[in-house]
């Protein structure tokens, strides 16, 4: 735009008003500087847009064509300044969170929820994958956060710790004792029991293999899952001993539902939390981000 946009704001309120006295008290500014500034533009523009006469001024054909677009804009402008306005009065924006489902339901969730009591206009999408993925949407921006466990490659990511979990096996007392009856008191768990993994795409999964192999553990009979909630829900049913995070059977435990399976040396802990990319923060997860800082100084 080769003309400054104060001659089309001037001559937008010339052509709305019809009256340059009243334009000037409209825009705060003498008339002769609005009369100059109409001039200025119909040099520029090489053509006449208003006939001058005692009640007022009105458009020509050239003027009438341009106080089409100019209008157009200037309402377009207008719109936008009320939606920012409301954005900013109603907190409103989008926030995109990547999340495994374990992760969402045991983690994200009382987030969400205290969030969205908060701030009911903020649109919430939620992608569901396994972390892997995540990580990735998150080096590409496609997302804007996601629940994670602490990669070890923070690449361009910032991270933000908010539990440590503790992966355990767990069983039913039945199934040991079962067990125990059937294959004798000192037979080897990992070689007679059904051990019950998740599947070898999982994070979690590529985890409890490695401390397996580091104190050579080699399990006989794999069941292989697809979600930590049928992890659980199989060792509660008796199925055989499964892997699962310590945090999300807790109560289980507490019940005698399950009992934790002990091991010669403790599987180590991970730390679960949000991470997002060191570029600029929408205002959305900025907004997000000092809520779950202001959380966590609650559960402190």
């Known amino acids: 735009m080769e003309q400054h946009l104060s001659q089309y704001?001037?001559?937008?309120?010339?052509?709305?008003t019809g009256n340059i006295s009243r334009a000037a008290k409209e825009l705060y500014i003498s008339q002769p500087a609005i009369s100059k500034a109409i001039s200025k533009l119909e040099d520029n523009l090489e053509v006449t847009l208003f006939t001058r006469n005692s009640r007022g001024v009105h458009l020509t054909e050239e003027g009438e064509?341009?106080?089409?677009?100019?209008?157009?804009?200037?309402e377009f402008l207008d719109r936008g300044e009320k939606e920012l306005k409301r954005i900013r009065d109603f907190n409103i924006g989008q926030l995109r969170i990547g999340v495994s489902t374990t992760l969402c339901r045991y983690i994200l969730l009382p987030y969400l929820?205290?969030?969205?009591?908060?701030?009911p206009h903020v649109k919430i999408t939620i992608e569901s994958q396994a972390t892997a993925h995540t990580?990735?949407?998150?080096?590409?921006?496609?997302?804007?956060?996601?629940?994670?466990?602490?990669?070890?490659?923070?690449?361009?990511?910032t991270f933000t710790p908010i539990q440590n979990i503790h992966d355990i096996f767990v069983s039913t007392q039945s199934y040991l004792d079962n067990l125990h009856l059937r294959e004798g008191d000192e037979a080897d768990l990992f070689q007679?029991?059904?051990?019950?993994l998740l599947d070898r795409n999982n994070l979690t999964r590529r985890h409890i293999d490695d401390y397996m192999a580091q104190h050579n553990m080699v399990p006989n009979q794999v069941l292989e899952?697809?979600?930590?909630?049928?992890?659980?829900?199989?060792?509660k049913i008796g199925m055989g001993v499964g892997c699962v995070i310590k945090e999300f059977v807790q109560?289980?435990?507490d019940r005698k539902e399950l009992v934790e399976i002990p091991l010669?040396?403790?599987?180590q802990y991970r730390t679960i939390g949000f991470a997002y990319s060191n570029f600029p923060l929408s205002s959305t997860l900025g907004l997000f981000l000092n809520f779950i800082q202001e959380q966590a100084i609650i559960k402190n």
């Open 113 to 119: 929820k205290a969030f969205i009591d908060k701030y």
């Open 251 to 253: 109560d289980e435990l």
């Open 192 to 196: 007679t029991a059904n051990i019950m």
């Open 9 to 16: 704001k001037i001559f937008y309120e010339v052509a709305k």
């Open 135 to 157: 990580l990735s949407m998150l080096e590409h921006q496609q997302i804007d956060i996601g629940v994670v466990a602490e990669p070890e490659n923070k690449k361009s990511l």
């Open 264 to 267: 010669e040396a403790e599987i």
């Open 65 to 74: 064509l341009l106080f089409t677009h100019t209008k157009a804009a200037f």
């Open 225 to 235: 899952v697809t979600t930590m909630d049928l992890l659980i829900e199989f060792a």
